[in-house]
Nanobody, 124 residues
């Protein structure tokens, strides 16, 4: 099992940056992929980005391409989401998710382990 804890959310002005972190604990010895999802008020949860277990493969939602960068440090069992050029429409609760395996997915049902979420608010 994995336990995930997100941090790094907050309030930022449009055009600003934030970096989210996702610290994994528990059974981290097996390969696991990581993803970031978000849920904005009144909207469905959507996949933002994901990264494979060794970091060789990444995927991004079209709306964040060129602005967000996903990464991971396996020595620290931590994943990151660097968010630049933030827009008010990026406002949402951001969730870290993970599951065992190599290649990641943008489908929520592929993930058994979830963090508690961190609020990101972008003011105009």
């Amino acid at each position: 099992h994995l336990q995930l804890v997100e941090s790094g959310g907050g309030l930022v002005q449009s055009g600003g940056s934030l970096r989210l972190s996702c610290a994994a604990s528990g059974d981290t010895s097996d390969d696991y992929f990581i993803a970031w999802f978000r849920r904005a008020p009144g909207k469905e949860r959507e996949g933002v980005s994901c990264i494979s277990s060794n970091g060789s493969h990444t995927n991004y939602h079209e709306s964040v391409k060129g602005r967000f960068t996903i990464s991971r440090d396996n020595a620290k069992n931590t994943g990151y989401l660097q968010m630049n050029s933030l827009k008010p429409e990026d406002t949402a609760v951001y969730y870290c998710a993970a599951d065992y395996g190599h290649y990641c997915s943008d489908l929520p049902y592929e993930y058994d382990y979830w963090g508690q979420g961190t609020q990101v608010t972008v003011s105009s």
